[in-house]
């Protein structure tokens, strides 16, 4: 299959090389991977042989290690205006990250409450250098939000914070925590909803634990909102399985077919508390969640970005 070749060919590549930070030749390579994977909505990566899972785990890695160089280096950049937010568009992917917080803004609207509240607190956890998702959500959708953003690396929160502090509002609302999320708990109860980035978690079993934990300290009724991947666009992020989101209900699942790579899912805490009999039973919960979110929410509503599948699995 020209795909998988293709994917094969370009991981070869990016393997060999000595750094991943922002060059023409890793410009040039993951937008290859990038152009490749795109198309290929239907292919059903879990079907693939064990190599390939092999190759692809190991891409996940080495997109995540250029995401975090490419952001700390535009994030320094722009750390170098009197005003960097008023040069966010210098970030190639600017505009992606506008449609994504657009998207999430949607999805989290229809779902998050009956009545027209909004959320008050709002935890985004894996923020990095550059938190864009963040600044965007507080900037045009959710005005009056605090945004609490979480890194397990100090230096990424403080290139992070220096891009919001000369703005008045949104100093205020956007605050930077230094943590392993897996080492923050009771606090974890105060949020409305909580955003996990796409690479926290980098496979099945490490993004388990972190939905796992999110379950056991978040709010009853919180919503949790992820990321994950579709098609071929699971060789580039980490795949979230709506089986491991045990503790919550999974309301729904959109795969966009456009640019914006990540497939968003939103689910909210269970309400009552699960008391689990028995193994027996849990595994009922499990299977019961799975065919829930096949009939939870599939009605179509009109997104503004147009080309969106809201798919149900
Ligand atoms: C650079 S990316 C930023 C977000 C990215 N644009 C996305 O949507 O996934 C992921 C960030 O997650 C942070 N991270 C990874 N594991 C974490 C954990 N267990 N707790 C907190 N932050 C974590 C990394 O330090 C990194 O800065």
New binding site residues.
């Given amino acids: 299959m020209i795909l998988i070749e293709n994917v094969c060919h370009i991981y070869e590549k990016l393997s060999k090389l000595e750094t991943l930070k922002p060059s023409k030749e890793v410009d040039n390579l993951f937008t290859q991977l990038v152009h490749a994977c795109i198309p290929h909505s239907s292919i059903n990566i879990a079907t693939l042989p064990a190599n390939i899972q092999e190759v692809r785990s190991k891409l996940i890695r080495l997109c ?1 290690e250029a ?2 160089h490419l ?1 700390a280096h535009f994030s320094t950049i722009l750390g170098s205006f009197k005003n960097p937010l008023h040069h966010l568009n210098i970030f190639p992917y600017y505009s992606n990250y506008l449609k994504l917080g657009r998207l999430e803004y949607d999805i989290l609207n229809r779902h998050y409450s009956t009545t027209s509240e909004t959320p008050k607190r709002v935890a985004f ?9 963040s600044i965007v959500l507080a900037s045009y959708h959710y005005k009056n939000t605090s945004f609490h953003n ?4 100090s230096s ?1 929160n403080s290139m992070a914070s220096r891009l919001v502090s000369s703005d008045h509002d949104l100093s205020r609302r956007m605050i930077f925590h230094t ?4 080492d923050v708990t009771n606090e974890l109860k105060e949020y409305d909803v909580i955003f996990l ?5 980098m496979n099945i079993d490490e993004k388990a634990k ?1 939905i796992q934990h999110l379950a056991k300290y978040m709010a009853p009724g919180a919503i949790l909102m992820l ?1 994950s991947a579709h098609g071929a666009r699971a060789f580039l ?1 980490p795949v979230v399985d709506p089986n491991v989101l045990e503790g919550f209900d999974v309301l729904s699942i959109f795969h966009p077919d456009d640019d914006v790579i ?1 497939s968003v899912v939103i689910s909210r805490k269970f309400v009552e508390p699960v008391n689990y009999i028995d193994k027996e039973y849990q595994l009922d919960i499990g299977s019961l969640m799975a065919s829930s979110c096949k009939y939870c929410d599939i009605q179509p509503f009109t997104l503004p970005l147009g080309h969106m599948k809201m798919i149900d699995e």
Avoid: F, H, K, Q
């Fill in positions: 995540g995401e975090g952001e956890v894996g923020s990095g250098p550059l938190p864009l998702t979480y890194d397990i690396d990424a943590a392993n999320i897996m980035a796409a690479l926290v978690g972190v990321r992020y990540n």
